[in-house]
């Protein structure tokens, strides 16, 4: 299975600034996504992440907000723009390694963010 | 759209007591069924999924679910926890020919020694 590395684990920002979270993962994976897991509740998932184009965003989430990027196979960032406390959460990176449907997800260790 | 509900948001258990899990589905169509456990300050991992063939599926650490396709469930058990299970459960499930998993709420599970 993929092992997954985000960077970083945690931080705490300040309000109005951006924060740049990395997801590097050890093999070439068909599909990369971006979830978001607020404090007791579900993963949401925020976006695909869609090499050499743009993201694919599910409702509401917009590109302004949470700019990705994906240049290759292994690599993909999210950032988090003009943070404010409720954007406080934990960031997950997830991958699946085929194309095939019948593949589970592999996720990072998840970045935790506060927003102060 | 697909959701996924988990009823007990909430579980303690003493060591040795008997474990299930709701998980409840929206899809009608096929699909693909998962629990994913994180314990604390570590990873999501899989612990067993669903694709088809034999309902009961025995996952890692002793545990199973069972699909339950009139009843749109897909419930976790296992006879026997342990203080090392505590940790959160979800439930995710895949259907329509999609790619990406939808999670329940997840199940925070406390074991006491």
């Known amino acids: 299975s993929a092992v997954i590395s985000q960077k970083p684990s945690r931080d705490i920002c300040q309000r109005g600034t951006s924060l740049t979270i990395q997801c590097q993962v050890d093999?070439?994976?068909?599909?990369m996504f971006w979830y978001r897991q607020q404090p007791g509740q579900s993963l949401t998932l925020i976006a695909t992440?869609?090499?050499?184009?743009?993201?694919?965003?599910e409702s509401g989430f917009v590109i302004d907000k949470f700019p990705i990027s994906r240049p290759n196979l292994t690599f993909s960032t999210l950032t988090v723009s003009n943070m404010s406390p409720e954007d406080s959460s934990i960031y997950l990176c997830?991958?699946?390694?085929?194309?095939?449907?019948?593949?589970?997800?592999?996720f990072g260790q998840g970045t935790r963010l506060t927003v102060v | 759209a697909q959701s996924v509900s988990q009823h007990n948001h909430h579980v303690i258990l003493s060591e040795a007591a008997s474990l299930e899990l709701g998980c409840n589905y929206s899809?009608?169509?096929?699909?693909?069924l998962f629990w994913y456990v994180q314990y604390p300050g570590q990873h999501l991992q899989l612990l067993l999924k669903?694709?088809?063939?034999?309902?009961l599926v025995k996952g890692i650490k002793g545990f199973e679910a069972e699909f339950i396709k009139s009843k749109f469930s897909f419930n976790l058990r296992k006879p026997s926890v342990q203080w090392s299970d505590t940790a959160e459960y979800f439930c995710?499930?895949?259907?329509?020919?999609?790619?990406?998993?939808?999670f329940g709420r997840g199940t925070s599970l406390i074991v006491h020694p």
């Open positions: 997830s991958v699946l390694e085929s194309g095939s449907r019948n593949t589970e997800a592999f």
């Open positions: 093999s070439q994976v068909t599909m």
């Open positions: 992440a869609n090499q050499g184009s743009e993201a694919t965003y």
């Open positions: 899809y009608g169509g096929t699909v693909n």
């Open positions: 669903y694709f088809s063939g034999d309902p």
């Open positions: 995710a499930v895949k259907g329509g020919g999609s790619y990406i998993p939808t």
